[in-house]
């Protein structure tokens, strides 16, 4: 069905609200339909988006000393706390730290976190698969474009064969490096309301110990 101008720009608006399109789609479902997006796009460090970014800053702040960090769709780092940057200091080194602006692509890297990810295979497995599903009811340039440069350095085409931890409702991140060993388990959080492409598609993922040791690194004494 070819959606033709004689529909009104509200009649539309409706439309992508009834399906619950994200903001991103709802724009271009207007567009393609010979209307102006509705929704504008912020530079995250646009004066528009202080009371945002304060609040962000806030909340990976009390986060610590656990890692936390604000991304976008694209994984793009936007905000660290002081617990991520010394877990990928330690892990991956200063370099690493600077190097990369992305959480995706310092986990797959093998200057990154990669070589320090105990049972990479099935880390590597759910992430692609995440990936995925994230590109699909997204369709976000930047992310499509991390998934195909991300899927590049896939380390085996091998059925994954392993285990979940009966101990845990949730899959676990294990860092190794030495003989020091830390697990973690992510949540992710977003903002409500959004109005604006920008603070819709920004995400909080803050890291938790999965296990008494790693819960007593903290606070960090590397």
């Known amino acids: 069905?070819?959606?033709?101008?004689?529909?009104?720009?509200?009649?539309?608006?409706?439309?992508?609200?009834?399906?619950?399109l994200p903001l991103r789609h709802?724009?271009?479902?207007?567009?393609a339909a010979g209307y102006a997006p509705e929704f504008e796009e912020v530079p995250f460090d646009a004066q528009k988006m202080k009371i945002v970014w304060e609040a962000l800053h806030r909340m990976i702040k009390k986060h610590e000393p656990y890692p936390a960090f604000v991304v976008n769709t694209g994984?793009?780092?936007?905000?660290?706390?002081?617990?991520?940057?010394?877990?990928?200091?330690?892990?991956?080194?200063?370099?690493?730290?600077?190097?990369?602006?992305?959480?995706?692509?310092?986990?797959?890297?093998e200057d990154g976190l990669r070589p320090y990810v105990k049972d990479w295979p099935v880390i590597e497995y759910f992430l692609l698969a995440r990936l995925w599903e994230e590109v699909?009811?997204?369709?976000?340039?930047?992310?499509?474009?991390?998934?195909?440069?991300?899927?590049?350095?896939k380390a085996s085409e091998d059925p994954i064969v392993f285990q979940t931890d009966n101990y845990l409702p949730i899959m676990s991140?294990?860092?190794?490096?030495?003989?020091?060993?830390?697990?973690?388990?992510t949540t992710i959080s977003t903002l409500g309301t959004p109005l604006d492409l920008t603070t819709q598609e920004l995400r909080i993922e803050s890291l938790f110990p999965a296990d008494e040791k790693t819960k007593q690194m903290f606070p960090l004494e590397f």
């Open 1 to 20: 069905m070819q959606v033709g101008k004689s529909i009104t720009s509200e009649v539309n608006f409706k439309i992508a609200h009834s399906l619950k």
């Open 26 to 31: 709802r724009n271009a479902f207007l567009i």
């Open 75 to 109: 994984y793009k780092i936007l905000m660290t706390n002081s617990g991520y940057d010394q877990i990928i200091e330690y892990y991956a080194g200063e370099n690493a730290l600077k190097k990369y602006n992305n959480a995706i692509r310092i986990l797959f890297s």
């Open 136 to 153: 699909v009811s997204t369709q976000n340039a930047e992310l499509i474009a991390l998934y195909k440069d991300i899927s590049q350095l």
């Open 173 to 185: 991140l294990t860092l190794e490096k030495d003989s020091m060993k830390a697990s973690f388990f």
